[in-house]
């Protein structure tokens, strides 16, 4: 066998966190107003605008209480609101993106499609989207064969 820190798993991990530095800074050194998690979440709730706080959770890899946390924040910075509605029996929050949201979303996913495009430039763009393909199906793989949950 290999050693473990040949391995992809590793390898992974360490790109993982790097890109994670990395995409922290861009949010930093740009000063905006909100952090990389709480842009996530304004992301998903463009593609998934009908989503509650526990498949946003499930989606962002992420505790339900941790996500409620950027949640407050965001509804803190006026940029979501949160109101009561029903859901199926139950009553859920339902999670709107406000007008000022709509803009800082827009302004930083400007940034944000430049500052990717530039950093791909390198590379083929059908390979990247294999790259992103392969790392979904590792990703969904992993979470099948363990059962890992983020609560």
Do not use: W
Not at 103 to 113: G, K, N
Not at 129 to 150: Q, S
């Amino acid at each position: 066998m290999e050693h473990y820190t040949k391995s992809l798993p590793y390898e992974l991990e360490l790109t993982s966190r790097v890109l994670h530095e990395v995409a922290k800074c861009f949010f930093d050194d740009n000063k905006y107003p909100v952090n990389q998690d709480e842009f996530i979440i304004l992301d998903c709730l463009y593609m998934y605008p009908e989503i509650i706080q526990i498949e946003l959770a499930k989606l962002m890899l992420k505790g339900r209480a941790h996500t409620g946390k950027f949640l407050k924040s965001l509804e803190e910075k006026k940029l979501i609101e949160r109101t009561p509605a029903k859901q199926d029996s139950k009553i859920v929050m339902k999670i709107t993106v406000t007008p000022e949201g709509q803009e800082v979303y827009r302004t930083i996913s400007a940034s944000l499609d430049k500052y990717i495009e530039e950093s791909n430039s390198e590379y083929e763009i059908e390979k990247v989207k294999e790259v992103i393909n392969m790392l979904r199906l590792i990703r969904e793989k992993a979470v099948e064969k363990y059962n890992i949950k983020f609560d």
